[in-house]
């Protein structure tokens, strides 16, 4: 199947400083990319809808100011945590499908990224 | 409000038996559904995807159904391993294109 590669997959921090998150599609194009927090035992949270060359649609709650998206390309979408706390420290992990928005083909997802904020 | 519901939360059975895991869904207006296994730490791993036309996917031991009607979807295990002790997610698609996660089966195979 496609690969999705995230970068990196485990990230340690001092509060308030900003982290980014790479996710690559490596043999497709993905005109959208999804952002995920999982929490230990729970399933996963949509954060954000990643659309190539405009802006990323935030789920509700999901505070787009502290939670940057950034989709230059269409194999890459970026993540930035800027000004982490503790209670940001979760695991992220992004996925994406083939092709237009509304593709309904199958969804991949990258390995996640272990974030953890001192 | 959309959901997904799983059951069971978690399940542990001798290596050998033959799963069910359960998948329900609020809206059957969707347009696929897929499922997936997630170990721990690590992203997930597609296992099977059905679009809303087809019934059910197969995939060596896995076999996974989709009932719109019922709003349900099983995913069958035959011959458990070990190595296929996991957490089991199902994710659906709904008729305005959002994703929809369950919260997940944590299976464990006992050798």
């Known amino acids: 199947g496609a690969v999705v590669s995230q970068h990196p997959s485990w990230v340690i921090c001092k509060s308030g400083t900003s982290v980014k998150i790479e996710c690559r599609s490596l043999?497709?194009?993905?005109?959208?990319m999804f952002w995920y927090r999982q929490f230990p035992k729970q399933s996963l949270m949509l954060m954000a809808t990643?659309?190539?060359?405009?802006?990323?649609?935030?789920e509700q709650g999901v505070e787009k100011d502290k939670f940057l998206i950034n989709h230059a390309s269409l194999t890459l979408s970026t993540l930035t945590v800027t000004s982490a706390h503790p209670e940001d420290s979760s695991f992220y992990i992004c996925?994406?499908?083939?092709?237009?928005?509304?593709?309904?083909?199958?969804?991949?997802f990258g390995e996640g990224s272990r974030l953890t904020v001192l | 409000k959309q959901e997904v519901t799983q059951i069971p939360a978690a399940l542990s059975v001798p290596e050998g038996e033959n799963l069910v895991l359960n998948c329900s869904f609020t809206d059957s207006a969707i347009y696929n559904l897929q499922w997936f296994r997630q170990d721990p730490g690590k992203g997930l791993t597609s296992l099977l995807l059905i679009q809303s036309s087809q019934r059910e996917q197969t995939s060596g031991r896995l076999n996974a159904s989709l009932d719109k009607s019922s709003g349900r979807s099983t995913l069958y295990i035959a011959a458990s391993q070990p190595g296929d002790s996991a957490t089991y997610l199902c994710e659906w698609m709904d008729s305005s294109y959002k994703l929809i996660f369950g919260s997940g089966t944590r299976l464990l195979v006992r050798p």
């Open positions: 043999d497709f194009q993905a005109t959208t």
């Open positions: 990643s659309n190539e060359g405009s802006k990323a649609t935030y």
């Open positions: 996925s994406a499908r083939e092709g237009a928005p509304a593709n309904t083909g199958e969804l991949f």
